[in-house]
């Protein structure tokens, strides 16, 4: 079993309410492990605009991509029509197998 947690989210709100009806601007609001509370005023600062595939996007230019699947792809969508047959599918997971496991 868990230990009860030494700050409720109830806290939280009561503190930050007095604070604001003080008219003091909150900033950030800081909570350690022994369950102080630390109120730091002024205006909240603005998180970075975040591009949520970015990670995804690092990490992949990190992968070497084979080049015959590349190409293979690519000549068999466009050589059937669109169309992909038993063969190219079983074809594509034996190059996704091949591929090196994320991190």
Same mark, same amino acid.
């Given at each position: 079993m868990t230990a009860p947690a030494r700050i409720t989210q109830a806290d939280v709100k009561r503190v930050t309410a007095g604070v604001l009806r003080a008219g003091i601007p909150i900033a950030r /609001?800081?909570? &350690?492990? $022994?369950?102080?509370?630390?109120?730091?005023? @002024? $205006?909240?600062?603005? !998180?970075? =605009?975040?591009? =949520?595939? !970015? &990670?995804? =996007? *690092? /990490?992949a230019s990190c992968l070497p991509m084979p080049q015959a699947s590349l190409t293979g792809m690519a000549g068999r969508a466009s050589g059937s @029509? @669109?169309?992909? @047959?038993? %063969?190219?599918?079983?074809?594509? %997971? *034996? =190059?996704q197998r091949s591929l090196p496991k994320p991190i």
């Open positions: /609001i800081e909570i &350690d492990h $022994t369950g102080k509370i630390v109120i730091i005023p @002024g $205006t909240p600062e603005s !998180a970075p =605009e975040m591009n =949520e595939w !970015a &990670d995804l =996007e *690092q /990490i @029509g @669109g169309k992909v @047959g038993k %063969r190219s599918i079983s074809k594509m %997971r *034996q =190059e």
